[in-house]
């Protein structure tokens, strides 16, 4: 069977394989980091195009002004919040972006509020909200409300590409679907699974990939010596 791509379709077999060898080679990733669901919300809004390093910096930096809640961070002002998130890079941006998913956040409820809110609906409304975007509403989907909802990042498509289950240029949400056909609805095993990837794509499958020990090897085809 292929997919809209061209591909041949992503089966069972070979997702679960993948994700027993990485787990065989790096062990369980315990994610997100975090003490709350919507410090799991902030992070995800912070991480774009940035090390996580660099949020813990962004958050210790909050805390030290304000209580990690988003009424107190609307508290602040937008000159005094960018230069909190100054660390996590982009800050301005960033800053309105928090902004507006803390008003957003307050205005359906809390986490409460969204929480009841059956999960296309969910993700629906945090797509709505300015800078969130579909690999951060599926982080927070996932990690914060515990959703069965796959998270595609670089590392999924530079991995699954090599390996030549996935086309690199698929939209997301080809490559969402694929994800969860294939392993069906598991949040526990997606937020292992991903945060698997995430390892494996900084260690390993990185642009330039290191080869020698690879754990993926004998199933990539662009393995090198």
């Known amino acids: 069977m292929r997919n809209a791509?061209?591909?041949?379709?992503?089966?069972a077999r070979q997702a679960s394989t993948l994700h027993d060898r990485l787990?065989?080679?790096?062990?369980?990733q315990h994610w997100w980091p975090a003490e709350t669901p919507f410090e799991v919300m902030v992070g995800a809004v912070l991480?774009?195009?940035?090390?996580?390093?660099?949020v813990e910096r962004a958050l210790l930096r909050l805390r030290e002004r304000v209580a990690l809640d988003a009424a107190a961070?609307?508290?602040?002002?937008?000159?005094?919040l960018a230069e909190a998130l100054?660390?996590?890079g982009y800050f301005n941006v960033k800053a309105r972006r928090l902004a507006a998913f803390c008003a957003a956040y307050l205005t359906a409820g809390g986490f409460t509020g969204l929480d009841a809110l059956p999960t296309d609906r969910l993700r629906h409304t945090l797509?709505?909200?300015?800078?969130?975007?579909?690999?951060?509403?599926?982080?927070?989907?996932?990690?914060a409300f515990e959703r069965p909802v796959f998270v595609v990042d670089a590392y999924t498509r530079r991995i699954f590409a090599r390996l030549g289950l996935l086309d690199a240029q698929a939209d997301y949400e080809s490559i969402r679907a694929a994800f969860e056909t294939a392993l069906?609805?598991?949040?526990?095993?997606?937020?292992?699974y991903h945060a698997l990837l995430v390892r494996h794509g900084k260690e390993r499958c990185r642009i330039r990939p290191v080869c020698p020990d690879c754990p993926l090897r004998q199933d990539c085809p662009g393995a090198t010596a």
């Open 5 to 11: 791509s061209g591909h041949d379709a992503l089966t």
């Open 23 to 28: 787990l065989a080679a790096y062990g369980a």
């Open 47 to 54: 991480t774009q195009h940035t090390a996580w390093t660099n």
């Open 73 to 80: 961070i609307l508290t602040l002002a937008p000159d005094d």
């Open 86 to 88: 100054r660390p996590a």
């Open 127 to 143: 797509l709505a909200i300015h800078g969130i975007g579909p690999e951060t509403a599926d982080d927070m989907l996932l990690y």
């Open 184 to 192: 069906g609805p598991d949040a526990p095993l997606f937020k292992e």
